[in-house]
């Protein structure tokens, strides 16, 4: 069996592809049985943060298990499998440890150095070992793989070359101030209670805000996190806890917004920003429009604001954009409004529509272009011409690629003079919680996955870096020569065990050939017979365990159970009891069996 990592993250694919593939709780579960359950798999694992999916997995052969890792992945993620291929990555055997060791050192994060993975591959660990999806090989490359994070960071400096996802928010979104500068006083809304939510708050109250208040679905996760806040030594913050329906009521007075949920859909709309921004910022925010006729509510912390036709939005120093009334609108708004990232006017809304399709819509959206022209803001001149090409550009790129890919910000010709924000959103969710459409509001500065990674992109590398990779190296080989060795152990016990039975045989003959044989005496020859046994097995077998953990030694083994003739079932037996050796009640697992090994 080998080790097999199929998976997609920041370093291999979009933003938008990461958030269309990310798994629910539920949905790892059921990848993890479908998984073990299918031919080539034994074992299974999932690695699943806010920028990779992973899937790992103990596979007798390399080609297969590629294909049924991949189909598996698209199936469970929602993306077919033919437009998630390209963004897949594939390592195998020791690039496969060695992926995993850098993963866990923070050398893989978007953040490089950052040490929340740690906790997130502990997560993953656990949850196979509940499900029993994990087996020994798993198991053991987990559990040092959380050794060999920890050794990096404490005997390097990596964590001075990066931080948390959170923190790292935190600094885009104070854009160049101290973080403790920019964070004092001010009043902040933590959406969530799990680790993310949980290190955002301890953060926030650290950096030196007034209040934290969390909220969250299960009321009582989230006052037991206030109640940690509040009774902690190193922090003097007022922290308590809201129902996530008090999320619209607690936008309006909070100045930092942190989300990060395993919701399906939006926790914020730009509608739900809108209303809170209201009275904070000068100028009109959203175009007074009716409700959708017959739009069931969305299960979001904005699920009580009215809903409206379009996003609050100021674009290029216009005045809001739109029709009057969702009439004729060529979407069908009751099967995508329950959508992430729905917005009748945004990016979402056309992403994927055909060329057909788009041209309807955008004749439905230059209805309002008469009351545009008619209430420029800021003295800004509307160009039809100018929003023709654009369509045309459009349509062309449905023509050629046959879909519209979502962009989360326009091009922007002139940049429109935005006022201070008021109101800091991070958003840390994969899908994301926020729309991001909240990016044109005024008064707002909105900090997503997205907009980290690009920011991530050109930051500097520590020199501790390459100490860091200098023990994921050697951790590699360690670990590689041991799962080796460990291929050939059942095959050096079955070969003892068959000598014992050599010996045992051999002194019953005795036995039966001098029946009048003293019982010191017997004693004194079998145990002849078991030393000169031992020792003309012990060079072999110690020698042949020093080849096996070199790289290409599997295949000693192999020679081994040839050149004695070993039953390949015995040797099979031993790898069975071998695996279950985390059972107490298995005579396997005393010392004296594992000690003939």
């Known amino acids: 069996m080998s080790l097999l990592v199929v998976g997609l993250s920041h370093r291999s694919a979009p933003v938008s592809i990461l958030e269309r593939a990310a798994l629910a709780a539920d949905t790892q579960t059921k990848l993890l049985q479908d998984t073990v359950a299918a031919e080539p798999a034994t074992e299974a694992a999932v690695l ?42 594939v390592h195998y055997e020791d690039r496969a440890v060695h992926h995993l060791f850098s993963v866990a050192c923070g050398l893989d994060s978007m953040v490089v150095g950052e040490g929340q993975i740690l906790g997130q591959i502990k997560d993953s660990l656990a949850t196979s070992q509940e499900l029993h999806t994990a087996g020994r090989l798993l198991n053991d490359l987990f559990q040092q793989s959380l050794r060999v994070g920890k050794r990096a960071h404490s005997e390097t400096g990596i964590d001075r070359a990066g931080q948390s996802l959170v923190t790292f928010g935190l600094e885009q979104l104070a854009a160049g101030a101290p973080v403790a500068a920019w964070a004092a006083g001010k009043r902040a809304l933590v959406i969530g209670a799990g680790s993310m939510s949980s290190l955002a708050a301890a953060t926030l109250a650290r950096a030196g805000v007034a209040e934290v208040v969390i909220a969250n679905r299960t009321l009582e996760r989230a006052e037991r996190l206030a109640r940690i806040l509040t009774e902690s030594d190193d922090t003097y913050v007022v922290a308590r806890a809201v129902p996530m329906e008090s999320v619209p009521d607690e936008l309006t007075r909070a100045d930092v917004a942190v989300s990060c949920t395993g919701a399906t859909g939006l926790v914020l709309t730009a509608e739900a920003v809108a209303q809170a921004l209201e009275g904070r910022v000068e100028g009109p925010l959203t175009p007074s429009l009716p409700s959708p006729a017959g739009a069931g509510s969305r299960r979001t912390a904005a699920a009580d604001a009215p809903r409206t036709s379009a996003p609050a939005v100021v674009r290029d120093g216009l005045a809001p954009l739109g029709p009057d009334s969702d009439d004729d609108c060529p979407l069908d708004l009751s099967a995508v409004q329950g959508t992430a990232g729905f917005s009748v006017l945004g990016e979402a809304a056309v992403a994927g529509m055909g060329a057909a399709e788009l041209e309807q819509h955008a ?19 509307l160009d039809p011409e100018a929003e023709t090409e654009v369509i045309t550009a459009l349509a062309a790129t449905v023509a050629t690629v046959g879909r519209i890919p979502e962009r989360r910000r326009p091009e922007a010709v002139v940049p429109a ?69 460990a291929h050939i152990t059942p095959t050096v016990v079955a070969l003892r065990s068959m000598a014992a039975d050599v010996v045992a045989n051999e ?3 005795l036995e039966g050939r001098l029946p009048g044989l003293d019982a ?29 953990a070199e790289p290409g030694g599997a295949g000693y083994a192999d020679a081994l159970r040839t050149l004695f003739d070993l039953d390949p079932e015995t040797v099979a037996s031993v790898s069975r009891a071998d695996e279950n050796t985390d059972n107490p009640e298995n005579p396997v697992n005393t010392a004296e069996n594992r000690g003939r090994a």
């Open 48 to 89: 699943a943060t806010c920028n990779r999916i992973e899937l790992y997995a103990d596979v007798d052969k390399f080609h297969a298990g590629v294909a049924e890792l991949s189909t598996l992945l698209a199936q469970h993620s929602g993306v077919g499998l033919d437009e998630l291929t390209p963004y897949l990555y």
């Open 363 to 381: 004749a439905w959206v230059d209805k309002g272009a008469a009351e545009r022209t008619a209430r420029p803001a800021a003295g800004a001149v």
């Open 417 to 485: 003079p935005r006022p201070e924000p008021v109101l800091s959103l991070l958003d840390l969710a994969m899908p994301r919680d926020v729309d991001a459409a909240v990016h044109r509001l005024p008064g707002v500065r909105l900090v997503d996955i997205e907009s980290l990674a690009e920011a991530s992109a050109d930051a500097p590398m520590a020199s501790d870096v390459d100490q860091v990779r200098g023990i994921v190296s050697d951790e590699v080989a360690t670990f590689g020569a041991a799962l080796r060795a």
């Open 507 to 509: 002194i019953a003959r």
């Open 520 to 548: 010191k005496h017997r004693a004194e020859i079998t145990q002849t017979v078991r030393r000169v046994v031992d020792k003309l097995l012990h060079a072999p077998t110690v020698r042949v365990k020093q080849l096996a």
